[in-house]
């Protein structure tokens, strides 16, 4: 079936060029090159579908409707739009090896570290003693990055690789350095008194290894999120200049009613840490008690949705299921406005209904918040890999490995089905095997990449690594990938469906 057309009035920019479909023109600056008709209605077609590679028999059949052609004529179509482009032909035309074709453009801009101090805040001590503190302990360093990563002149490395470490002594601060790359760290700790919470926090100049200012707080109760506030601001303050003095506070976490439903919900998030299903019932429970608590906590409904998705497998959840939790993480983004964690969970969940423009857009929605997230920039590399731009989807995973040095395995995941998706097969398995313990629907990934590769021992094996996994019996890869992967284009679908058919037959 031929792709329905669009509007012929767009004008699209890619490289140096300009195609303006209204008025047929392709020019480089003032000067314009020549197509001949279907030459010019196929490189439209690309524009149209600019970073998604465009099966062949889309392209023939949108081009070439009512006519039979082979093969021939689109190969010669693609070598005339190429030499009109020039030296950046090649370039900007990918030929992707028995697939299709794709048109490189310019890709919405990534936010760069480049010239920007890198600050890391480690885990924070808890010298009470008391495991219970930890969560609160946790959640205090955890918002304090919330906080300074607002700032646009600033890049905060992810929690989940700058809490690799504690509170180091000053010995210790070049390992840490060596190993997550940040220019400062913020170091710190909690101590518990039955008036309060004492906080101490340092701001360490991690090339010179020396101290460049330290403080010491004291809260009561609630009183700690102000100090969180303040912390945040005299911080800012001795990294860079000319920041928006109240930055911080308009975009700070809207404090919860009692230090109770705080906990509950700093406890909830460590047990939900790295999205490996490590303990959402528990979480589940935790997060419903901090709501009954504060029913206008709005990050305690974005994580109960989270919770409940994880619970019910992700995609694999029930299409009721799905909805209910978007009602909850929606509520949740109309309390907390002003926080990512909300229209990032609502865009995971609306992408496993195949709502992928509403996906895309509630990530943009949560990467203007905070585009320093690198989960949620992780998450457009699965999301754009989804929607057919597997080679705009790498750019944003390998920034959120530069954001998040020590990253979880689903990293991994993701850069593995974008580089499928490129048909780089061999470095698709090498992404894929990088995690020690692979579950049975990336087991089928990796078997479909052997296949492809005409390894046929390998996909074989990993498909029974699949089929035998003792947490998912009967586990199906070719019914799994047909009825849990939502990829937007059936194309892209069927390209993966192919890998892991013939692996099975071997």
């Known amino acids: 079936m031929a792709a329905e057309t669009m509007p012929a009035d767009q004008v699209f920019e890619f490289g140096a060029f300009r195609l303006d479909e209204r008025k047929g023109i392709l020019a480089e600056g003032s000067e314009q090159r020549f197509l001949r008709p279907k030459a010019h209605s196929l490189l439209a077609h690309l524009a149209r579908n600019m970073g998604r590679v465009v099966p062949k028999s889309e392209l023939m059949d949108t081009v070439w409707p009512d006519v039979y052609v082979t093969e021939d004529s689109l190969t010669q179509s693609i070598s005339e739009i190429r030499k009109a482009l020039g030296a950046e032909g090649q370039e900007l035309i990918r030929t992707v090896s028995r697939r299709g074709y794709m048109l490189n453009g310019k890709p919405d801009a990534i936010p760069e570290t480049t010239g920007q101090p890198i600050v890391a805040v480690l885990r ?26 607002h700032y646009g002149s600033l890049t905060v490395l992810a929690r989940n690789s700058s809490f690799q470490f504690a509170s180091y002594e000053p010995q210790s601060w070049s390992e840490v350095t060596a190993r997550i790359g940040a220019d400062y760290l913020v170091e710190g700790s909690v101590r518990w008194s039955d008036s309060g919470a004492v906080v101490a926090v340092s701001l360490i100049d991690a090339k010179q290894l020396r101290q460049l200012w330290g403080e010491r707080y004291e809260a009561a109760d609630v009183e700690v999120f102000a100090v969180q506030r303040e912390i945040g601001e005299q911080i800012v303050n001795r990294l860079v200049s000319r920041l928006d003095a109240d930055s911080i506070a308009r975009s700070a976490v809207k404090p919860a009613a009692s230090l109770a439903a705080y906990a509950l919900v700093t406890r909830a998030v460590a047990d939900m840490r790295g999205h490996n299903y490590h303990r959402p019932q528990s979480a589940r429970a935790d997060l ?40 909850t993480a929606t509520k949740g983004t109309t309390l907390a406005p002003t926080q990512a964690v909300g229209p990032r969970v609502t865009s995971l969940i609306r992408l496993f209904l ?80 990088q995690p020690i313990r692979l579950p049975p629907w990336v087991e089928g990934r990796l078997a479909a990449c052997y296949a492809q590769m005409g390894k046929m021992d390998k996909a074989g094996l990993h498909i029974e690594k699949a089929r035998t996994n003792p947490d998912h019996p009967n586990f199906d890869p070719l019914h799994d990938a047909e009825h849990f992967m939502p990829f937007e284009h059936r194309a892209d679908l069927d390209h993966l469906l192919e890998g892991i058919a013939q692996a099975m037959r071997a």
């Open 124 to 149: 924070f001590r808890n010298e009470s003693g008391d495991p219970a503190r930890q969560p609160i302990v946790d959640g205090f360093a955890e918002d304090i990055i919330t906080g300074l990563a």
């Open 288 to 327: 419903e008690l901090a709501i009954a608590k504060d029913p206008t906590y709005g990050l305690a409904y974005a994580y109960l949705a989270l919770a409940n998705l994880m619970e019910g497998g992700y995609g694999r959840a029930p299409k009721k299921v799905l909805e209910e939790t978007l009602e």
């Open 354 to 433: 195949c709502r992928h423009a509403g996906a895309e857009a509630d990530l943009r929605r949560a990467l203007s918040i905070n585009h320093y997230d690198a989960d949620a920039v992780e998450q457009m590399g699965f999301l754009l890999t989804l929607r057919g731009k597997p080679l705009e989807a790498l750019d944003w995973i390998g920034r959120a490995k530069r954001l998040n040095p020590i990253f979880p395995d689903w990293y991994h995941y993701d850069a593995g089905l974008a580089l499928y998706g490129l048909c780089e097969f061999a470095a698709a398995a090498e992404a894929f095997e």
